[in-house]
């Protein structure tokens, strides 16, 4: 062979090697990778691999991502580089069942009709054409289930939403909630009536209304909702306790001091009404609900008084505003939510599980809470009266929770027993002594998943919904729609949890932006104070002349010599402190694009340099040891 053919035909073949490796290996190491980012952010956890391992068939899903638009915003562009990224990881997980398309919709085309037919949100932007990015879901039998619009404020969440959404087609049969309550606006199946959040469970899920007189649980029933049930007999919280050991889902909203329920009662003499507990299940579980309501000045909601023939607005400290960083960002059920969640007159949970038990809080009161009589509760209307009792609390306490693991019988002997001569439950023991019911549980026969709210009055539309637009304010509804949503969602779902958020703050820089935003602001009010004064003195200056010099084209034709050297003096300062406001503006941004560059000299340099450095010292270490 030629000396010279033989490097390009080495070259060559070297370069046909390594094409045909990585064509042939490609699509057999598609799914492995090494994750060496912080919270594994493009590794799916356990129960998204389950939940793709047992897909009776293929799911189809489509990316709808306008890049044109989004490259104009930055978090848009890097959440969807984000999206496209953990979709990628669905589509060459086990079971390879996730087919994955990206459609691009330009304006008056073909996928971007797809996109809106299917319910994908346009959004307005800035520009000529819309934003479109949401995700588009479909089964073999052409179910189809849509994210409109996928947030950037939910990444927390996305692996839950997409892996809710794949588990949904798989399943596409909606859930049956039983609704068992005694507060009005919450009877019936919220088809045509019934308070905002009963309407919302019922677009998303079957409702099934349990009565108060009630015999039986339906066999249909997937999820138990419990909301201020007063007057239960002994029967009837077995039935509960039953269920729960068998379907291991429910959701329990309890209350100390119901509003929502006395407002109307007029046969409510004792005052029996206003409070709803586990009591028997509480103890087989480890829970306690307070006797006293809780109250919260640091995080009140105002309400509007009349005063002295005037409105104002006072901050009512038994209905507390709970923000986002009172919530758990862990629990899927609160990760999300970015609005309040409006109580009123909630009650608090001490918990102590058994062992096989864990509770997990996952909402709170702020540091200096208060316990208030809850006749005082339930009756006071005047905050000033509260404000009276209040007595703050050391800690924050707990509002909300979830009971998870093995669950024992609140009844470990059996049915309980009944008085013969009580006729009124014949009912119910024939339910009791019939083939349906089954044996008796004495412990659950799947790890349970009991979420529970010390407060019945975040249900009643008057404490989050606008009378004027009948819009939400608070994210109420969204609680109990991610709680059910979630306790619905199986096995390999509820093993989930939410992430940190894939994008890292540069905190020097918003340190350096914070600071420089102070000495703006602080400048500006000084500035604004100073402008106010000067106005009011230059009327007073003008107000001084005669028109003539109004007319004459001089405005300070009557001013004296002092008068005028003042307002030049005015001016002036005026035009100094613009320029110091600009000269700060100035300096910042110069601060940012040193830093800037000096992220990038590292970044791009960096590396070639360390190599360089570290051949210089293997060599001088290898000239050293010959020498």
Known sequence: MVKRAFLPLVSALSLGIFVLANSLFQPLLAGWRIDFSEGDQFTLSEGTRATLRDLAEPVDLTFVYTRAVGQNYPAVRAYAQRVREILQAYRTSDGRKVRLTEIDPKPFSEQEDEALAAGITAIQTDGTDPLYFGLIGRNTVDDELVIPFLAPERESTLEYDLTRLIARLDAPEPATIGILTDLPGLEGDGEDSGTHVLREIANV???????????????????????????????????????????????????????????????????????????????????????????????????????????????????????????????????????????????????????????????????????????????????????????????????????????????????????????SLDAELVVFGSDDQGPHLAISRKPVEIVIIADTDLLDDGFYIDPRSSTPVGDNATLILNALDNLTGGENLLGLRS?????????????????????????????????????????????????????????EADLTIDERAELADLRQEVVDTRARLRGIERDFRQNIDALEGLLRTINIWGGPLFVMALGLLVWWRRERQTG
């Open 205 to 423: 899920y079957r409702v099934e209304p349990i009565g108060s007189a009630f015999t039986s649980i339906p066999d249909s029933v997937d999820v138990l909702m419990v909301a201020h049930a007063t007057s239960l007999t002994d029967w009837q919280t077995y039935l509960i306790d039953q269920f729960i050991l068998e379907k291991g889902r429910a959701l329990m909203l309890i209350d100390p001091a119901s509003k929502a329920n006395t407002s109307d009662d007029l046969f409510d003499v004792d005052g029996s009404g206003r409070r709803s507990d586990i009591e028997i299940l509480g103890e087989a579980w480890g829970i306690a609900l307070s006797e006293q309501a809780v109250a919260d000045a640091a995080h009140a909601l105002p309400v509007t008084l009349e005063e002295n023939g005037r409105l104002i607005d006072v901050g009512q400290p038994l209905f507390i505003g709970v923000t986002n960083s009172l919530m758990s960002a862990d629990d899927l059920i609160t990760a999300s939510l970015s609005r309040t969640v409006n109580l009123g007159a909630p009650g608090a949970l001490e918990a102590f599980p058994p062992d096989g038990l864990t509770f997990d809080v996952i909402m709170r009161t702020g540091e200096a809470p208060s316990f208030i009589d809850a006749d005082l509760a339930t009756e006071a209307t005047d905050p000033k009266e509260i404000l009276r009792a209040y007595a703050a609390e050391d800690g924050q306490l707990t509002l909300a929770g979830r009971l998870s693991g093995a669950l024992s019988s609140a009844f470990p002997n059996g049915p309980p027993q009944v008085d013969e001569a009580d006729t």
């Open 499 to 555: 992430r940190a958020p894939n994008l890292r703050r540069m905190t020097r820089v918003d340190r350096m932006r914070s600071e420089a935003r102070d000495r703006v602001f602080d400048e500006q009010v000084r500035l604004e104070a100073r402008l106010t004064a000067s106005q009011r003195r230059l009327e007073e200056l003008q107000s001084v002349g005669a028109t003539g010099g109004f007319f004459s084209g001089d405005l």
